[in-house]
C-alpha cells in the first residue's frame, strides 16, 4: 500500500516540477510569423498612406511607416516565439 501512495507522489512530484509548455505552441508557428509580419507591414504601409495623403507630403510616411511596422511585427514575434 504504501507503495502506491509514493508513486502518486511521484508523480505529482514529477507534474510540479516538469517545465510547463505554454498552449499557444500547439498552433502552428509559421503561420503566425507569417501573419504578424504581414499584419505589422500592412498596418504601417496603411497609416503612411493615409499620413501622406492627408498631409500632401511625398511617400514619407509611407515609408516609414511601414518599416515602423515592420519593426512591431519583429518585435512581437521575438516575444512570442520565445
Not at 514529477?14 to 504581414?38: M, T
Amino acid at each position: 500500500m504504501e507503495k502506491s501512495r509514493l508513486k502518486i507522489k511521484l508523480e505529482e512530484l514529477k507534474s510540479q516540477v516538469a517545465p510547463k509548455r505554454p498552449s499557444h505552441k500547439k498552433r502552428n508557428d509559421g503561420i503566425i510569423i507569417v501573419a504578424e509580419l504581414l499584419a505589422g507591414i500592412f498596418i504601417g504601409a496603411f497609416l503612411g498612406y493615409h499620413s501622406d495623403k492627408s498631409m500632401g507630403t511625398s511617400p514619407l510616411f509611407l515609408f516609414l511607416f511601414t518599416v515602423f511596422g515592420l519593426f512591431a511585427a519583429l518585435l512581437n514575434i521575438s516575444r512570442n516565439t520565445h
